[in-house]
Protein backbone atom coordinates (compact mmCIF):
# COMPACT_ATOMS: atom_id res chain seq x y z
CA UNK A 1 0.00 0.00 0.00
CA UNK A 2 1.23 3.95 -0.83
CA UNK A 3 0.44 7.28 0.98
CA UNK A 4 0.54 9.54 -2.07
CA UNK A 5 0.50 12.94 -0.81
CA UNK A 6 -1.10 15.52 -3.24
CA UNK A 7 -0.29 18.80 -5.20
CA UNK A 8 -3.41 20.23 -6.54
CA UNK A 9 -2.55 22.72 -9.27
CA UNK A 10 -4.38 26.01 -9.97
CA UNK A 11 -2.38 28.90 -11.46
CA UNK A 12 0.87 27.28 -10.52
CA UNK A 13 -0.02 27.65 -6.73
CA UNK A 14 -0.75 24.80 -4.96
CA UNK A 15 -4.33 25.08 -3.66
CA UNK A 16 -6.93 23.13 -1.69
CA UNK A 17 -10.31 23.24 -2.69
CA UNK A 18 -13.48 22.18 0.05
CA UNK A 19 -15.89 19.75 -0.97
CA UNK A 20 -14.30 20.48 -5.08
CA UNK A 21 -16.04 24.36 -4.81
CA UNK A 22 -13.59 25.96 -6.76
CA UNK A 23 -14.83 29.38 -5.09
CA UNK A 24 -13.49 27.40 -1.79
CA UNK A 25 -10.36 27.68 -2.38
CA UNK A 26 -6.82 27.66 0.36
CA UNK A 27 -3.60 28.58 -1.28
CA UNK A 28 -0.50 26.67 0.73
CA UNK A 29 2.05 28.04 -1.30
CA UNK A 30 3.74 29.26 -4.91
CA UNK A 31 6.57 26.61 -5.04
CA UNK A 32 5.11 23.26 -5.56
CA UNK A 33 8.03 21.29 -6.95
CA UNK A 34 9.58 22.15 -3.97
CA UNK A 35 6.61 20.60 -1.93
CA UNK A 36 6.80 17.37 -4.04
CA UNK A 37 10.97 17.48 -3.43
CA UNK A 38 10.11 17.57 0.09
CA UNK A 39 7.60 14.71 0.15
CA UNK A 40 10.25 12.81 -1.49
CA UNK A 41 12.58 13.76 0.38
CA UNK A 42 10.44 12.54 3.45
CA UNK A 43 9.99 8.96 1.85
CA UNK A 44 6.97 9.23 -0.69
CA UNK A 45 7.29 6.77 -3.39
CA UNK A 46 4.36 8.05 -5.07
CA UNK A 47 2.95 11.63 -5.34
CA UNK A 48 -0.31 12.48 -6.71
CA UNK A 49 -0.89 15.89 -8.92
CA UNK A 50 -3.79 17.18 -10.32
CA UNK A 51 -4.28 19.98 -12.68
CA UNK A 52 -7.20 21.68 -11.66
CA UNK A 53 -7.29 24.54 -14.43
CA UNK A 54 -6.98 21.66 -16.91
CA UNK A 55 -9.92 19.51 -15.44
CA UNK A 56 -12.39 22.39 -15.64
CA UNK A 57 -11.68 23.79 -18.84
CA UNK A 58 -8.91 20.81 -20.87
CA UNK A 59 -6.61 23.26 -20.90
CA UNK A 60 -3.48 22.06 -19.47
CA UNK A 61 -1.55 25.41 -18.53
CA UNK A 62 0.02 24.09 -15.33
CA UNK A 63 1.84 21.23 -17.69
CA UNK A 64 5.18 22.28 -17.53
CA UNK A 65 5.42 22.66 -13.94
CA UNK A 66 4.15 18.93 -13.68
CA UNK A 67 6.78 18.14 -15.60
CA UNK A 68 9.65 19.51 -13.42
CA UNK A 69 7.92 17.76 -10.55
CA UNK A 70 8.36 14.56 -12.49
CA UNK A 71 12.21 15.23 -13.28
CA UNK A 72 12.82 16.47 -10.34
CA UNK A 73 11.73 13.38 -8.55
CA UNK A 74 13.00 11.07 -10.93
CA UNK A 75 15.98 10.98 -8.76
CA UNK A 76 14.54 10.29 -5.57
CA UNK A 77 13.13 7.05 -7.03
CA UNK A 78 9.57 8.68 -6.60
CA UNK A 79 6.78 8.15 -9.12
CA UNK A 80 4.16 10.93 -9.86
CA UNK A 81 0.47 10.29 -10.61
CA UNK A 82 -0.80 12.96 -12.47
CA UNK A 83 -4.54 13.99 -13.64
CA UNK A 84 -6.74 16.97 -14.70
CA UNK A 85 -8.08 17.50 -18.20
CA UNK A 86 -6.63 14.81 -19.71
CA UNK A 87 -9.01 14.57 -22.49
CA UNK A 88 -7.28 12.51 -24.99
CA UNK A 89 -4.69 10.52 -26.11
CA UNK A 90 -2.15 13.30 -26.99
CA UNK A 91 -3.04 14.70 -23.24
CA UNK A 92 -1.94 11.26 -21.88
CA UNK A 93 1.09 11.16 -24.01
CA UNK A 94 3.00 14.85 -23.10
CA UNK A 95 2.19 13.78 -19.02
CA UNK A 96 3.76 10.19 -19.49
CA UNK A 97 6.34 11.32 -22.20
CA UNK A 98 6.93 14.28 -19.60
CA UNK A 99 7.94 11.75 -16.67
CA UNK A 100 4.46 11.11 -15.23
CA UNK A 101 3.93 7.12 -14.14
CA UNK A 102 0.49 7.01 -14.60
CA UNK A 103 -2.12 9.29 -15.91
CA UNK A 104 -5.34 9.85 -14.30
CA UNK A 105 -8.64 9.99 -16.82
CA UNK A 106 -11.48 11.70 -15.07
CA UNK A 107 -14.43 12.97 -17.31
CA UNK A 108 -12.84 11.61 -20.93
CA UNK A 109 -12.81 7.85 -19.26
CA UNK A 110 -16.01 8.43 -17.58
CA UNK A 111 -17.90 9.29 -21.26
CA UNK A 112 -15.06 7.84 -23.58
CA UNK A 113 -13.95 4.42 -22.00
CA UNK A 114 -12.27 3.78 -25.17
CA UNK A 115 -9.93 6.24 -24.63
CA UNK A 116 -8.63 4.23 -21.56
CA UNK A 117 -8.29 1.42 -23.89
CA UNK A 118 -6.20 3.60 -26.32
CA UNK A 119 -3.77 4.83 -23.65
CA UNK A 120 -3.58 1.79 -22.39
CA UNK A 121 -2.34 0.25 -25.77
CA UNK A 122 -0.04 2.71 -26.15
CA UNK A 123 1.39 2.66 -22.60
CA UNK A 124 0.33 -0.52 -20.75
CA UNK A 125 -0.93 0.08 -17.09
CA UNK A 126 0.19 3.41 -16.99
CA UNK A 127 -3.47 4.99 -17.28
CA UNK A 128 -5.86 4.91 -13.86
CA UNK A 129 -9.91 6.38 -14.23
CA UNK A 130 -10.91 8.82 -11.79
CA UNK A 131 -14.18 8.01 -9.82
CA UNK A 132 -14.94 11.21 -8.73
CA UNK A 133 -18.36 11.55 -6.62
CA UNK A 134 -21.02 12.73 -4.70
CA UNK A 135 -22.55 10.45 -2.30
CA UNK A 136 -22.02 7.83 -4.94
CA UNK A 137 -23.06 9.69 -8.61
CA UNK A 138 -20.08 10.11 -10.52
CA UNK A 139 -19.29 14.31 -11.41
CA UNK A 140 -17.28 15.09 -14.18
CA UNK A 141 -15.65 18.56 -15.50
CA UNK A 142 -13.33 19.27 -12.42
CA UNK A 143 -16.85 18.23 -10.37
CA UNK A 144 -19.08 21.11 -11.69
CA UNK A 145 -21.10 18.40 -13.78
CA UNK A 146 -23.08 15.45 -13.17
CA UNK A 147 -22.09 11.99 -15.08
CA UNK A 148 -25.54 10.76 -14.42
CA UNK A 149 -24.36 7.25 -13.85
CA UNK A 150 -22.84 5.67 -10.82
CA UNK A 151 -19.79 4.53 -9.14
CA UNK A 152 -20.97 1.03 -9.03
CA UNK A 153 -21.50 1.03 -12.35
CA UNK A 154 -18.40 2.60 -13.70
CA UNK A 155 -16.16 0.23 -12.23
CA UNK A 156 -16.58 -2.97 -14.35
CA UNK A 157 -16.45 -0.84 -17.57
CA UNK A 158 -13.14 0.78 -16.50
CA UNK A 159 -11.68 -2.39 -15.89
CA UNK A 160 -12.66 -4.04 -19.29
CA UNK A 161 -10.92 -0.84 -21.16
CA UNK A 162 -7.70 -1.43 -19.50
CA UNK A 163 -7.70 0.84 -16.19
CA UNK A 164 -4.49 -0.32 -13.59
CA UNK A 165 -5.99 2.42 -10.96
CA UNK A 166 -9.25 3.40 -9.66
CA UNK A 167 -8.46 6.88 -7.60
CA UNK A 168 -11.97 7.03 -5.97
CA UNK A 169 -12.62 10.93 -4.52
CA UNK A 170 -15.66 11.37 -2.35
CA UNK A 171 -16.16 15.14 -3.54
CA UNK A 172 -18.04 15.74 0.04
CA UNK A 173 -15.41 14.66 2.36
CA UNK A 174 -12.71 16.15 -0.11
CA UNK A 175 -10.56 18.94 1.97
CA UNK A 176 -13.01 18.31 5.03
CA UNK A 177 -10.47 16.33 6.99
CA UNK A 178 -13.72 14.49 8.55
CA UNK A 179 -12.66 11.61 7.47
CA UNK A 180 -13.00 9.06 4.66
CA UNK A 181 -15.60 6.74 3.41
CA UNK A 182 -14.76 3.44 4.65
CA UNK A 183 -17.72 1.53 3.56
CA UNK A 184 -17.79 3.01 -0.20
CA UNK A 185 -14.18 2.32 -0.77
CA UNK A 186 -14.55 -1.26 0.88
CA UNK A 187 -17.10 -1.69 -1.71
CA UNK A 188 -15.12 -0.84 -4.55
CA UNK A 189 -12.41 -3.03 -3.36
CA UNK A 190 -15.06 -5.80 -3.57
CA UNK A 191 -15.85 -5.32 -6.76
CA UNK A 192 -12.94 -4.71 -8.22
CA UNK A 193 -11.77 -8.19 -6.49
CA UNK A 194 -14.47 -10.10 -7.83
CA UNK A 195 -14.85 -8.46 -11.76
CA UNK A 196 -13.87 -11.00 -13.94
CA UNK A 197 -12.64 -8.90 -17.43
CA UNK A 198 -14.47 -9.33 -20.68
CA UNK A 199 -14.19 -9.64 -23.76
CA UNK A 200 -10.08 -8.03 -24.25
CA UNK A 201 -10.00 -7.45 -20.75
CA UNK A 202 -7.42 -7.19 -18.50
CA UNK A 203 -6.55 -9.63 -15.67
CA UNK A 204 -3.43 -7.44 -14.10
CA UNK A 205 -3.71 -6.41 -10.62
CA UNK A 206 -5.81 -3.09 -10.10
CA UNK A 207 -4.76 -0.58 -7.22
CA UNK A 208 -7.82 1.31 -5.78
CA UNK A 209 -6.70 4.53 -4.01
CA UNK A 210 -8.75 6.05 -2.02
CA UNK A 211 -9.17 10.35 -1.68
CA UNK A 212 -10.99 12.39 0.05
CA UNK A 213 -11.35 13.24 3.99
CA UNK A 214 -8.45 12.22 5.17
CA UNK A 215 -7.87 14.24 8.55
CA UNK A 216 -5.74 11.71 10.86
CA UNK A 217 -2.92 9.05 11.23
CA UNK A 218 -6.20 7.26 12.34
CA UNK A 219 -7.98 7.64 9.30
CA UNK A 220 -5.07 5.96 7.66
CA UNK A 221 -5.11 3.10 10.23
CA UNK A 222 -8.61 2.74 9.19
CA UNK A 223 -7.96 2.74 5.48
CA UNK A 224 -4.97 0.70 5.97
CA UNK A 225 -7.15 -1.92 7.51
CA UNK A 226 -9.39 -2.62 4.09
CA UNK A 227 -7.92 -5.60 2.82
CA UNK A 228 -7.07 -5.01 -0.71
CA UNK A 229 -6.89 -1.25 -1.39
CA UNK A 230 -4.14 -0.28 -3.14
CA UNK A 231 -3.13 3.72 -1.80
CA UNK A 232 -4.10 6.43 0.31
CA UNK A 233 -4.58 10.29 -1.27
CA UNK A 234 -3.62 12.69 1.39
CA UNK A 235 -3.48 16.69 1.00
CA UNK A 236 -4.96 19.64 3.47
CA UNK A 237 -4.17 17.26 6.39
CA UNK A 238 -0.52 17.12 5.52
CA UNK A 239 -0.47 21.00 4.41
CA UNK A 240 -1.87 22.09 8.00
CA UNK A 241 0.04 19.39 10.34
CA UNK A 242 -2.49 17.54 11.26
CA UNK A 243 -0.83 14.69 9.53
CA UNK A 244 2.79 13.55 9.77
CA UNK A 245 3.80 12.21 6.72
CA UNK A 246 6.61 10.12 8.47
CA UNK A 247 4.30 8.23 10.30
CA UNK A 248 1.14 7.90 7.93
CA UNK A 249 4.09 6.38 5.39
CA UNK A 250 5.28 4.47 8.13
CA UNK A 251 1.63 2.80 8.64
CA UNK A 252 1.21 2.11 5.26
CA UNK A 253 4.52 1.12 4.08
CA UNK A 254 3.85 -1.75 6.86
CA UNK A 255 0.95 -2.86 5.22
CA UNK A 256 0.40 -5.23 2.17
CA UNK A 257 -1.69 -5.53 -0.23
Same mark, same amino acid.
Given at each position: ?????????????????????????????????????????????????????????????????????????????????????????????????????????????????????????????? $? &???????? !??? +??????? *? %? @? /??????????????????????????????????????????? $? &???????? !??? +??????? *? %? @? /????????????????????????????????????????????
Amino acid at each position: MDLLPAIDLRGGHCVRLLEGDFAAETVYGDDPVGVAVGFAAAGARWVHVVDLDAARTGEGSNRAVIAEIARQLRSAGTSVQAGGGVRSLRDAGELLEAGVSRVVVGTAGVERPSLIADIDRRWPGR $V &GLGLDHRH !GEV +RLRGWTQ *S %G @G /VSVEDLVPEALDAGASALVVTDISRDGTMAGPDLEGLASVVEL $V &GRHRPGAG !GTT +RPVSVIA *S %G @G /VGSLDDVTALAAIAGLGGIIAGRALYEKRLDLAAALAVVQGTSR
